[in-house]
Structures are given as C-alpha cells and as structure tokens.
C-alpha cells in the first residue's frame, strides 16, 4: 500500500529508495503545501493558487534538474558510484521535509520564534536527508556526502550567477 | 484496520495539508493600532470594496485573482454581506472610468438602501479616475474623498453607432437582415442610421441622463443644488480640485484620509479593522476553483468580452 511506502521512504530512509510512484505523490504533497503557502502570502484566490502551482511545477521541475545535476557532477568528482536516476530519486525523496512548511507558517502565526526554529528543523532535515540520500545512493562516506551537498550548492550559485553573467556578456560585447 | 504506519503517514498528511490550507484560506491576523486589511472571516470595523475597471454585471476575473473589471453583482453582495455582518462603514475605493448604466445604477441603489437605514457610514475614496459611472457609484457615499488629480465628472450618457457600410462594400461583404420591427436592428453598422432611430436613441440617452442626474442629487441631496449640478453635468471631467469647487466632491485627499474620514464619522477611537469584502471567502475561492474554465487562460476570452460589449449600447465611460 502506498501508504507503508510512504512511511518508510519518510521515517525508514534506510530501507533504500522507494518506488516512483511514492516519490510522486511525496513531491506532490509539497507542491500543493508550498502553492498553498504561496496563495496566503499573496492573498491569491483558488485561481490564482492554481496559477502558483503550476509555476511551481514548472519552477520545481527545472530546479530538481540543476540540484540533481550539480549533486551528480559532485558525487561523481568524489568517488560516487550511483547512476543519474539514483541522484533524481534521491533528491526528489529527501525534499519531503518541505511539507511541513504549511504547519510552520501556522506556527508563525502563534509565536514568530516558534515559526521560525521550526523553519530552521525544516530545512536542517532537508539537507541532512540530502546528504545521507547521497551517501547512501553513491555509497560515499558521510565526509564525502557533507562535501557533495557543500559543493553542489556551491556549483548551483556559480550556474546562477553564469546565468546572469552569459547573456550580459553577449549582449554588451557583441 | 490501518496499521499504525499508515496512521501515521496518513495523519501527518491531512495535518500538513490542513495547516497549509488554513494559510491560504485565513492568513492575515488582526492586528491593531495600524488600520489593516483582512481577507479572512472574522469581525471587522470597515468593509472595504475595492471598484476597479470597467463597471459591468458580468465582471472579470483574472485567473491569478480577482479584479480585472468590476462585477456589480459581485459589488452588490459584497455590499449585502457587510450589512449582515454589521460593520460600522463601507469604504469604497473606486478607480474606474464608468461602465454600463445598469451595473452602475444597481450598485448605486443598493449602497443607497444601506446608506438610508443610517446605521452604516459610506465614504467613496477615488483613484486614478472616478468618472461617469464610476462618480454614478460614488455619488451614494456620505463622503467623497478625491485625490487633486484624480479624474472624475464625465456625468452623461453616450450610445455611439458606427455607418461600416462603406467599409463593407469594399471588402466585399454584404448583410441581409430580417427583422420583426423596424427598430429591432437598430443601431446596425451594416447601414447608415435613419432619422427616427436617432429620434429613439436620443429619448433614450435623455431617460438614462435623467436618471443618472437625479440619483446624483439624491446622493448628494444638501450639498449640491439642481442648479449647480446642471452646470457641470454636460459629459465634461474634472480633476479632483475642480470637483471639489464644482462641489462632486467633498475633501481632496487619499485613501488614508478617507480612514480618517471614515474613523470620524463612525466615531471609532482606535484604528479601524479594515476587511476586504471583495477578496473571495473559501466558499466563494472553492466555487471558482470549480468553476474554472481553461478559456480564461486564453486570448479568445479577451475577444469574447469586446463582444459583449458591442451587444450594450448604452454606456457611461470616458
């Protein structure tokens, strides 16, 4: 049942990596809770929370791309073994924390110190889910793996800010 | 029976899904002594309805949200809403340059009817422009706040018809139109306008004028005279300090002035809790969620709305 695979991808990240329909409906769940979140910041109404779910569908989507891309180029620069499908599935599993985030806006509300340490655990679990996902999936030392997770955001800025820097180079040069 | 592992995953799916929900539906906390605008339930000193664009019946909305052009049954029940919930006053923020004779009419009577019972205070704060059916709404505040600068007046009716006939011969296009009275097609662009359409036209220009004129002089009853009126109501637009002059208006100001305005007429000590009755309620968000429709992504709305427009004659703009 998808639900047992649900609980173990989530509390037993140990039993290895979950089937693709799991990870689906995991990422899912997060879109719909961050599109929420969106919606209330912006006051959108049920048009316009549609409207930040499919930009996050399309803005998630290209972002699992340059993260995945990035965490795979490193772990393969430190001796990682594991294939390109296991970087996506490993970094799709270990974003399930972001779920959360709705019940700690609501926090937010109560208590602003609240709402914001249980942020900061939020995003600590999402990194360390990373780390061990790709320690586990490209059996790397946790040293290895904290460096693989370091480096890859490193390269991720630097893409961003080659990004920028790309077409005003062309544009002003050419 | 589930197993706990399911129960678990389960519960900590509704919970997750819950809490988000709950920020999306009822975000904004209240909060006071600093005037704030709540979009959620709950009670609130001041109803604020927002009038924007095009005043229509049909209205507009925009698929990232609402408020392309301003619904006047949308207006209306905002309007009923807030006299049910029993606040102290409704703010209008009107930036609209007119819209159809009807929508605007039945705004303006259904804000009068709340005005006339005297338990709600009504205060107009106008924008970039308030103008023609856009002052016609306006016109049923106790108090109308308008910028220096902001445009308004334009008070008068128009029915334009247009003669393509010699467009169409050149393109090749000709129209056979079969009707049951001679007035049933009237205002045709397919042929020039016959003197007895123009004689009917203009009696209907001069009822829907009358009645435009008149409901400004109930609204404003004791602050301006027929005569005053009768100088200014000729289609020309004013900015605000000439209609203050002109006495359309009755302070120059913004919308924070007309809070003020609205705290001193409410007699309201504290800083008033402002709620946006225009923002959907989850009801109304749930309705329209499901009622979403994929054209509204797509031009072909746009060119459905002019079409709409061609089909009313008679309109208070510009």
Partial sequence: MILDDLYNSWFRPGLGRPPLPVTVVSIVLVLIVLSFNAAGLTNSSAGGWLGWLFLFLLGGGVGWFWLSAALHLMARLLGGVGSVTDTLGATAQSLWPLMLTGAANSALQISSRLGLLFSLGINLWVVVNLVRSMAQEHQLPWVRAVLCFGGAIVLAELALVGLIIWPLMIALGM | MLRQDRLIALALIAICLLAALGNWLGNVPVQRPKPVVRTGDGAADVALIPISGVITFAGESNPLG???TAGAQTIMRAVRRAERDGVKAILLHINSPGGSAAAAQAIFAELMRVRQKGKVKIVAAMADAAASGGYYVAAAADHIVANPSTVTGSIGVIVRVQNLTDLFKKVGVQTVTIKSGKFKDIASVYRPITSSETDLLKTFVNQSYQQFFEAILRGRQGKITRRELEQVADGRILTGTAALDAKLVDSLGNYYDAVDKVKELTGLKTEPVIRNYLAPDWRESLQELLSLSLDQWFPERQLNHLMYWNKIPLALME
Avoid: I, N
């Fill in chain 2, 66 to 68: 609402r408020g392309a």
